[in-house]
């Protein structure tokens, strides 16, 4: 871990060390501010938390939102379930791995996209979905997936 | 005075462009000195409209859609602030069919206020059901939502009432109030709705429910893929804080209620009651044996309500107009409203509250207009992911929990996903076990390795190696997995499977006759 990294992680700690069931919470935290959880960070968690560090391994395990190691400059969620199914989802993750060369879970060589599956956005009546960091797009044809990935690629 | 125009800023509105929309009508208006004023409503959830946008003039509010950015100057040249004739125009909102022959008590505000002006929210008849409420016994609140027939909303359809009384009955020094708004089921959107349209009455709903049972603490259990509603939520906590309708002493009555929004991590399983208080705690979500019902013994182990968003969103309107006005509505067991989302491949998909008893088939096409696609429907899967898939035959069953019960079928959250005859529902069955697979919380085997072999028998059936035998086995693994499993991720991941087996046996590659078990 960097000094940086670790001086924030500490910060969160105090912050959410004596909220009640404060874990999830500070594992957000941490993810917001940093990208994933760092593993080398658990020992520090599970000291505060008064948790082994096999505890804090179960935990973010468990939860697919927590990532482990540093994702892309942009997450590009794809929706699986199945009204995004019914309207071409299906087609559309064929096209985005194909278009950006990865599978789910995996990064771009150029550092620009992580690729992962979502459950539902809450869009299902503008199916097919899905969501580029924290905004989500409805009615996406692979025009406008193209449109979204060029966009990322380019960005910062 | 300026003219208001509304442009939502609900995440699906804003998902094919509602933010780009306003952006280009207010930059618009400054540039031709159109003294306007933009409002960020919820969504009226005509979603095939979206962005729709909608200009208050002296007969009503006016609306155009679908609006983009695009059509912005042309609307301004049309005098669209005056109401002016365009081919996006729709005419008096209020007016439109779609809204005219709903029913909206839960869903009365969503779209026509601002949804964090408490101002707004009390000028349309916000927080009539608190103050009634604050002037009752706990008892008689617990009476009035009982004698209302509400039941919960979330999929298991538990009568709030009877749950509520049990926690009033618990002697403990703390008492929680926790809403489920982790909505994983695919098709659904309503509590989305609640939750960025019209927080208060989720937020009202919480605290009559903490009047009633004697909790001063709550928490709303928000899915993570829900950033907008988790800005909305905590914009209209610290406001409603602020004004006294939150905190240590609400409206000047001496009882407390603090709420905070707590964000989930992306499992599906801790929608589930139990596993969403093991992962409010801080821990893995692992569906816990019951009983204890949380009610007894839930979060950190004190009497906990568990709700469902909009089991508790019905609650402020229960109250400010009385039992027997929700009651009214509906059909035989299933009382009052609930708000149904029609999703999928659907032309005209959204948000339709009715009272029960309204059929699939008026849903589908006097609402949906038929597929998107313009193809048949085949088959409609209600209520999630673990709900039934339904042919054609079935589609005149009234929306009830009882006869949907005896379809082999459940209502849950009230989603509709349709598809047109392009689906293969073999390749659906073995999402259903796919699903199962990837969010089982692994505390049992019938669910945690059941779910993987189903997924491999699937794909041999899918490749037409012994559909039969192959056949056999889904419907043995599917008994172990409805007999066996502890929670319903598990026990009902059968209800697709198996509907989609007996409805369209030919998808499997076999005749109708071999189907039968
Ligand atoms: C796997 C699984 C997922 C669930 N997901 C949700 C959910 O996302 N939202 C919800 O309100 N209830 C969900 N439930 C139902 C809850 O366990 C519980 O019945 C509900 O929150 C009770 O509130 P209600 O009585 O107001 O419906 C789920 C149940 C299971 C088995
Ligand atoms: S059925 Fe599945 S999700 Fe439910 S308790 Fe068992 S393993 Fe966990
Ligand atoms: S199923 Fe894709 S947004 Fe709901």
Redesign the pocket.
């Known amino acids: 871990m960097k000094a940086r990294s670790t001086q924030n992680i500490e910060h969160h700690i105090d912050r959410y060390r004596a909220v009640e069931g404060g874990l999830l919470p500070l594992l957000h935290a941490i993810q917001d501010d940093l990208g994933y959880i760092p593993q080398d960070s658990y020992a520090i968690i599970g000291k505060a938390l008064n948790l082994s560090v096999a505890e804090v391994h179960g935990v973010v395990s468990f939860y697919h939102h927590f990532r482990t190691s540093a994702p892309g400059r942009h997450i590009l969620q794809l929706c699986r379930a199945e009204s995004c199914q019914a309207m071409g989802a299906t087609a559309l993750e064929h096209e985005a791995k194909s278009c950006l060369g990865i599978d789910f879970h995996q990064t771009t060589a150029d550092g620009a996209i992580t690729l992962e599956p979502v459950y539902c956005l809450g869009n299902c009546s503008l199916s097919p979905s899905v969501m580029l960091d924290e905004q989500v797009h409805g009615r996406v044809t692979s025009e406008k997936l193209n449109a979204l990935i060029q966009a990322a690629r380019s960005s910062e | 005075m300026s003219i208001k125009v509304y442009i939502p800023r609900d995440s699906a509105a804003c998902s094919v462009g509602a933010d780009q929309v306003a952006m280009h009508i207010a930059v618009e208006a400054a540039r031709r000195g159109a003294d306007i004023q933009i409002i960020r409503n919820g969504s009226r959830g005509m979603h095939w409209l979206e962005p729709l946008v909608e200009v208050e003039t002296t007969a009503g509010r006016i609306a155009y859609g679908p609006v983009r950015p695009e059509d912005v100057s042309e609307l301004f040249d049309c005098n669209f602030l005056y109401g002016g004739q365009h081919h996006l125009l729709h005419g008096l909102t209020e007016a439109l069919p779609w809204l005219q022959q709903q029913e909206r008590l839960t869903f009365a505000r969503v779209g026509i206020t601002d949804p964090v002006s408490l101002q707004d929210y009390i000028a349309h008849d916000g927080y009539r059901g608190l103050r009634r409420a604050l002037e009752m016994a706990p008892e008689a609140i617990v009476q009035e939502v009982t004698d209302s027939g509400l ?8 009568p ?1 009432g009877i ?1 509520w009384k049990t926690v009033l009955g618990c002697e403990a020094d703390q008492k929680y109030i926790v809403c ?6 695919s098709g659904t959107f309503s ?1 989305r709705m609640v939750m960025e349209g019209d927080p208060y009455v989720l937020i009202e709903g919480m605290t009559i429910a903490a009047l009633a049972v004697g909790a001063t603490k709550g928490y709303i259990y928000l ?1 993570s893929e829900y950033p907008d509603a988790l800005i909305t939520l905590n914009d209209a906590i610290d406001r409603a804080n602020s004004a006294g309708y939150l905190g240590n002493d609400i409206l000047g009555s001496g009882r407390q209620f603090q709420l905070e929004v707590r964000r989930a991590a992306g499992a ?9 208080l093991e992962s409010l705690e801080g821990k893995r979500g692992l ?1 816990r044996f019951k009983p204890p019902l949380p009610a007894i013994e839930g979060l950190f182990g004190k009497p906990t309500v ?7 969103a019905s609650v402020p309107i229960i109250l400010d107009k009385g039992a027997a006005y929700y009651r009214d509505y509906g059909m035989g067991r299933s009382r009052g409203t609930l708000p149904i989302q029609l999703a999928g491949n659907i032309k005209h998909g959204g948000l339709i509250e009715k009272a029960f008893g309204i059929t699939l088939r008026e849903l589908l096409y006097d609402f949906g207009g038929g597929s998107a696609s313009g193809r048949p429907i085949r088959a409609v899967q209600v209520g999630g992911p ?1 709900g039934s898939y339904l042919p054609e035959s079935q589609f005149d069953t009234p929306l009830d929990y009882e006869k949907f019960s005896e379809i082999w079928a459940v209502l849950g ?1 009230g989603g509709i996903v349709a598809f047109d005859d392009t689906v293969d529902m073999a390749k659906m069955a073995r999402y259903a076990f796919e699903f199962c697979a990837i ?1 089982s919380c692994g505390k049992c085997t019938p669910c945690r390795i059941g779910s993987t072999r189903g997924v491999e028998v699937m794909d041999k059936i899918i490749a037409g190696k012994q559909p039969v035998k192959h056949i056999e086995l889904v419907r043995d693994l599917s008994d172990t997995m409805l007999n066996g499993s502890l ?3 598990g ?2 991941t059968p209800y697709p499977v198996l509907s989609a087996l007996n409805h369209f046996p030919e998808d499997f590659g076999i005749e109708a006759a071999q189907s039968a078990a």
């Open positions: 039941r919960g909303r979330g999929g298991a359809a538990f709030t749950k489920n708004a982790d909505e994983g089921d509590d899915r599906y399983v801790c929608g589930e009651e139990t596993s969403l569906v568990v709700n469902n968003v909009i089991s508790l673990l959250h969010e929670c319903a991720l026990g009902m």
